[in-house]
């Protein structure tokens, strides 16, 4: 097969491991020495005057502290080299603008991981159809949930292998997060039709061939009962704390159960836009959405002393909808699915495209009447319909004129390109 129709693609694997008791200890505390690892860094660095500030100190300095302190020896070495490289790599973020300057990492606000840097030290081997074994050092040979195939064994060569690994801890236990590097034959370019995105709180996705996709409750009745029970259960044990006391064990185990529950509720939401995105971009060749900026769609309508905001209370609960359904991380794997598809994926201004009206082009007053209903008051048109498609319509109108929006100098900006037909008309 010639080389021009390979592509070297790297994505990542997230499987369950299955940790003893001994072996969640030995991973926790891990976690724990590489976060402080991270805090001596930091805190070196602003002791350091500017031109000592070299990678080769960092290192003299982080040999030093695993020798000196004995609580970080638990941390393997490759581990601590991994500490080190992505510290200097989120000031060279931060230097480029892409990020915030590092921060001292926190307790109980910083998510639990260590990092694997080399993949020839995980020596994974599939057992059978569910279960396969990955060696974590310092903890042993773990058995973790086989869901994927990985190059492993005879599969594995110099372009399909596994460069690394991540341990990362949530609410529902350790996970391993898997690099892995293949080489894929180039998809062919997609040749189903365009359709336009318009996503919401009531129907989630909705497209402007009519389609609609939409998700249950993500938390079943008997979880909501229990969830009411810890949240007031907590709530009650947190009175009763002193100001400046510590958090009991027992408000601690509350706290957990609550986090676990609302793990299993984000756990089944992520699966389900994983199985709808992965649906659209095997259905169609070009993907269209609308460009949103979410953090100011998400801002509190509190206001301040002097002018407070009004419907707070409403805001707040649409806050807590938009967030929930997590458009941008719907946008981010719609972008790479239809590119593994052979499709492609165009964002368009988003300002209008609930208020236009897509059979005449005219916005006038009141058109929508309700959250599902559009019926356009142009006196010369009077088109009624659903006003989800109606917007994913609009949005792919504005594709195929030729408004499409391009990053430039960390801001969207409209480039008209030349008029696309219509897929009835190719």
Same mark, same amino acid.
């Not at 009175?239 to 609550?258: C, N, V, W």
């Not at 609308?290 to 409403?314: C, D, H, W, Y």
């Not at 609960?317 to 790479?336: K, P």
């Not at 994913?392 to 594709?399: D, E, M, P, Q």
């Given at each position: 097969?010639?080389?021009?129709?390979?592509?070297? *693609?790297?994505?990542?694997?997230?499987?369950?491991?299955?940790?003893?008791?001994?072996?969640?200890?030995?991973?926790?505390?891990?976690?724990?020495?590489?976060?402080?690892?991270?805090?001596?860094?930091?805190?070196?660095?602003?002791?350091?005057?500017?031109?000592?500030?070299?990678?080769?100190?960092? $290192?003299?300095?982080?040999?030093?502290?695993?020798?000196?302190?004995?609580?970080?020896?638990?941390?393997?070495?490759?581990?601590?080299?991994?500490?080190?490289?992505? +510290?200097?790599?989120?000031?060279?973020?931060?230097?480029?603008?892409?990020?915030?300057?590092?921060?001292?990492?926190?307790?109980?606000?910083?998510?639990?991981?260590?990092?694997?840097?080399?993949?020839?030290?995980?020596?994974?081997?599939?057992? =059978?159809? /569910?279960?396969?074994?990955?060696?974590?050092?310092?903890?042993?040979? !773990?058995?973790?949930?086989?869901?994927?195939? &990985?190059?492993?064994?005879?599969?594995?060569?110099?372009?399909?292998?596994?460069?690394?690994?991540?341990?990362?801890? $949530?609410?529902?236990?350790? =996970?391993?997060?898997?690099?892995? *590097?293949?080489?894929?034959?180039?998809?062919?370019?997609?040749?189903?039709?365009?359709?336009?995105?318009?996503?919401? !709180?009531?129907?989630?996705?909705?497209?402007?061939?009519?389609?609609?996709?939409?998700?249950?409750e993500c938390v079943t009745g008997k979880e909501k009962a229990r969830l009411l029970h810890l949240e007031q259960r907590a709530a009650r044990r947190k009175q009763h704390r002193k100001s400046g006391e510590r958090t009991s064990r027992r408000l601690h185990r509350t706290y957990d159960q609550i986090a676990g529950l609302r793990a299993k509720a984000?756990?089944?939401?992520?699966?389900?836009?994983? *199985?709808?995105?992965?649906?659209?971009? /095997?259905?169609?060749?070009?993907? !269209?959405?609308?460009?949103?900026?979410?953090?100011?769609?998400?801002?509190?309508?509190?206001?301040?002393?002097?002018?407070?905001?009004?419907?707070?209370?409403?805001?707040?609960?649409?806050?807590?909808?938009?967030?929930?359904?997590?458009?941008?991380?719907?946008?981010?794997?719609?972008? +790479?699915?239809?590119?593994? =598809?052979?499709?492609?994926?165009?964002?368009?201004?988003?300002?209008?495209?609930?208020?236009?009206?897509?059979?005449?082009?005219?916005?006038?007053?009141?058109?929508?009447?309700?959250?599902?209903?559009?019926?356009?008051?142009?006196?010369?048109?009077?088109?009624?319909?659903?006003?989800? =498609?109606?917007?994913?319509?609009?949005?792919?109108?504005?594709?195929?004129?030729? &408004?499409?929006?391009?990053?430039?100098?960390?801001?969207?900006?409209? /480039?008209?390109a030349k008029r696309v037909k219509p897929a009835a008309a190719r």
């Amino acid at each position: 097969m010639s080389q021009d129709t390979l592509a070297s *693609q790297q994505f990542g694997h997230r499987a369950r491991l299955a940790l003893s008791p001994a072996g969640v200890r030995a991973a926790d505390d891990q976690a724990h020495a590489a976060r402080t690892m991270w805090n001596l860094l930091h805190a070196w660095w602003r002791m350091m005057p500017q031109e000592m500030r070299t990678l080769a100190n960092a $290192d003299a300095a982080i040999r030093q502290a695993r020798e000196d302190i004995d609580f970080l020896a638990v941390l393997p070495a490759q581990a601590a080299q991994g500490v080190l490289k992505a +510290y200097f790599r989120a000031w060279k973020n931060c230097w480029e603008g892409r990020a915030d300057a590092p921060n001292f990492k926190g307790r109980l606000r910083t998510v639990m991981s260590v990092d694997i840097p080399q993949g020839r030290d995980l020596n994974i081997v599939r057992v =059978h159809r /569910r279960w396969g074994q990955v060696n974590i050092p310092k903890a042993g040979r !773990v058995r973790f949930r086989w869901t994927k195939g &990985l190059p492993v064994g005879k599969r594995a060569n110099t372009e399909n292998r596994i460069t690394g690994a991540r341990l990362v801890r $949530d609410a529902l236990g350790w =996970h391993v997060a898997f690099r892995v *590097q293949t080489l894929e034959v180039k998809p062919k370019p997609h040749q189903e039709p365009d359709v336009g995105i318009d996503v919401g !709180v009531i129907v989630p996705i909705a497209l402007s061939d009519g389609e609609t996709y939409e998700h249950g409750e993500c938390v079943t009745g008997k979880e909501k009962a229990r969830l009411l029970h810890l949240e007031q259960r907590a709530a009650r044990r947190k009175q009763h704390r002193k100001s400046g006391e510590r958090t009991s064990r027992r408000l601690h185990r509350t706290y957990d159960q609550i986090a676990g529950l609302r793990a299993k509720a984000k756990r089944r939401a992520l699966d389900w836009q994983h *199985q709808t995105t992965t649906a659209i971009a /095997r259905t169609y060749g070009t993907v !269209v959405v609308e460009a949103l900026t979410i953090t100011n769609m998400v801002k509190s309508a509190r206001g301040t002393i002097e002018e407070p905001g009004k419907n707070v209370a409403r805001k707040s609960g649409l806050n807590r909808s938009i967030s929930g359904e997590a458009w941008g991380r719907t946008v981010t794997m719609l972008t +790479y699915k239809t590119a593994q =598809h052979g499709g492609t994926l165009h964002k368009v201004p988003a300002p209008g495209t609930s208020q236009r009206c897509s059979a005449c082009g005219f916005t006038t007053p009141g058109s929508r009447e309700s959250q599902a209903v559009f019926v356009c008051k142009n006196p010369g048109c009077g088109w009624s319909g659903n006003a989800d =498609h109606n917007a994913a319509r609009n949005v792919l109108h504005l594709y195929r004129m030729g &408004l499409a929006l391009i990053p430039a100098a960390g801001r969207a900006v409209v /480039r008209r390109a030349k008029r696309v037909k219509p897929a009835a008309a190719r």
